[in-house]
C-alpha cells in the first residue's frame, strides 16, 4: 500500500508564491518520477511539472519561469515552488508518483489533491 499526502495549498494574492509539498509512504522499493498535475474547475487534468528520479524536470508551457519541481529522493518527497502567480493558476494540484513496491510490481499513485487558489 502506498500513500501520497499533499500540503502547502492555500489563498493568496496574485504575483504571490506558495510552496507545495507531497510526501510518499507505505511499501516503496522506488520511486521513478514524480510529478505535479492540476484541475481547474470544468476543465481536464493537466501536466504542471515532472521530475525523473535522477532530477531531470519538464514543464508545462504556461508555468515555465515562475514554477519550480526539486525532489528529496532519501525522503520520498516532492515540492513545487510557485511563484508570480497568476489567477489562471487557481486549480487544484495533485501529486503523482511512479512507484515500484519490487522489482516485478510498478505503478502510479495520486494523491487526494490541494486547492490553490490566486485572487486577482
Known amino acids: 500500500q502506498v500513500h501520497l499526502v499533499e500540503s502547502g495549498g492555500g489563498l493568496v494574492q496574485a504575483g504571490g508564491s506558495l510552496r507545495l509539498s507531497c510526501a510518499a509512504s507505505?511499501?516503496?522499493?522506488?520511486?521513478?518520477?514524480m510529478g505535479w498535475y492540476r484541475q481547474a474547475p470544468g476543465k481536464q487534468r493537466e501536466l504542471v511539472a515532472t521530475?525523473?528520479?535522477?532530477?531531470?524536470?519538464n514543464y508545462a508551457d504556461s508555468v515555465k519561469g515562475r514554477f519550480t519541481i526539486s525532489r528529496d529522493n532519501a525522503k520520498n518527497t516532492v515540492c513545487l515552488q510557485m511563484n508570480s502567480l497568476k489567477p489562471e493558476d487557481t486549480a487544484v494540484y495533485y501529486c503523482?508518483?511512479?512507484?515500484?513496491?519490487?522489482?516485478?510490481?510498478?505503478?502510479?499513485?495520486w494523491g487526494q489533491g490541494t486547492q490553490v487558489t490566486v485572487s486577482s
Open positions: 503523482n508518483a511512479d512507484i515500484s513496491m519490487n522489482l516485478l510490481r510498478r505503478s502510479g499513485y
Open positions: 507505505g511499501i516503496i522499493f522506488r520511486i521513478n518520477d
Open positions: 521530475i525523473t528520479s535522477g532530477g531531470s524536470t
